[in-house]
């Protein structure tokens, strides 16, 4: 599962929790700078994918540092650091293969 917050970038400090968090640092937690997405200049955007259990527990955790966003703008933004991801990939096999 996957789920797609933003967070100001003043609280980029709350990542490093998270991160060192037992549970939800074994999840992959990707951050990109908010404005490449259409947010505001001083956002980040936080594509957490993990666990149900992983997910729930960023929420008790750190629900108010964090916001998620709406369905379609984290189906938007997925779908573009999914292509991103695809590209960098595609790019290394052609350098490497």
Same mark, same amino acid.
């Given at each position: 599962m996957y789920a797609v917050y933003q967070i100001k970038k003043s609280d980029k400090s709350v990542l490093d929790k998270m991160l060192a968090d037992e549970i939800i640092g074994r999840q992959a937690v990707t951050q990109k700078d908010g404005s490449s997405f259409g947010l505001e200049n001083d956002k980040l955007v936080l594509l957490y994918e993990?666990? *149900?259990e992983g997910n729930r527990r960023l929420k008790e955790l750190f629900g108010t540092e964090?916001?998620?966003?709406?369905?379609k703008k984290a189906e938007e933004i997925y779908a573009k650091i999914k292509e991103e991801e695809s590209q960098a *990939?595609?790019?290394?096999?052609?350098l490497f293969g």
């Open positions: 993990g666990s *149900e964090v916001t998620a966003l709406d369905k *990939e595609d790019g290394m096999g052609f």
